[in-house]
Structures are given as structure tokens and as C-alpha cells.
Nanobody, 121 residues
Framework: QVHVVESGGGLVQAGGSLRLSCEASGDISFINYMAWYRQYPGKERELVAKVGSDSATTYADSVKGRFTIYRASASNTVYLQMNSLKPEDTAVYYC???????????????WGQGTQVTVSS
């Protein structure tokens, strides 16, 4: 079983910063990638940032230059540093991991429960 737990959300003023954390644990043999998504009310989740096992990163255009995703070395923890926050960044942020589990074939996606980020104007 794989557990994904996010933390670090909260309320911040526009222009401020927050850092989200996500830890994956359980019977994981390999993590292919770790990613952050966000979801607005009534909308589908959208990719914010992603970091692969080779440390290659992908960002949504709306966050480029403001957000940074990085994975702690030799760790199953990923961070999302969010700077210059805007009210339109207000959403529930979810962590997703694509993993290979010990003793099992194939890969699976696992999600955290989400953390609320609210940016006031």
C-alpha cells in the first residue's frame, strides 16, 4: 500500500510565499515521478508542476518563474515552493506520484488528500 500525505497549505496575502510538502511512503520500489496538481471549485484538476526520476521538471505556464518543484535527495518527499502568489492561485493542491511497488508488476498512480491554498488580495 502507498500513502501520500501533503502539508503546508494555508492563507497568505498576495505577493507572499508558501511551501507545500508531499511525502510518499509504503511498499515503493521506485518513483517514476512526483507532481502537484490544483483544482478550482467545479473544475478538473490541472497540472501545476512535475519532477521526474531524472529530475527533469515541467511547469504550467501560469506558474513558471514563480513556483519551483524539487525533490529532496534520497527521499520520497517533494516540495512546491510558491512565490509571488496571486489570488488566482487559490485552489486545493494535490500531490500525485507514479510508483512501482515492491513485488508487483506495472506502475500505479497514488494521490494525497489535498491541501487548501488561499491567497487574499
Amino acid at each position: 500500500q502507498v500513502h501520500v500525505v501533503e502539508s503546508g497549505g494555508g492563507l497568505v496575502q498576495a505577493g507572499g510565499s508558501l511551501r507545500l510538502s508531499c511525502e510518499a511512503s509504503g511498499d515503493i520500489s521506485f518513483i517514476n515521478y512526483m507532481a502537484w496538481y490544483r483544482q478550482y471549485p467545479g473544475k478538473e484538476r490541472e497540472l501545476v508542476a512535475k519532477v521526474g526520476s531524472d529530475s527533469a521538471t515541467t511547469y504550467a505556464d501560469s506558474v513558471k518563474g514563480r513556483f519551483t518543484i524539487y525533490r529532496a535527495s534520497a527521499s520520497n518527499t517533494v516540495y512546491l515552493q510558491m512565490n509571488s502568489l496571486k489570488p488566482e492561485d487559490t485552489a486545493v493542491y494535490y500531490c500525485e506520484v507514479l510508483v512501482q511497488r515492491i513485488g508487483l508488476r506495472g506502475r500505479e498512480n497514488d494521490w494525497g488528500q489535498g491541501t487548501q491554498v488561499t491567497v487574499s488580495s
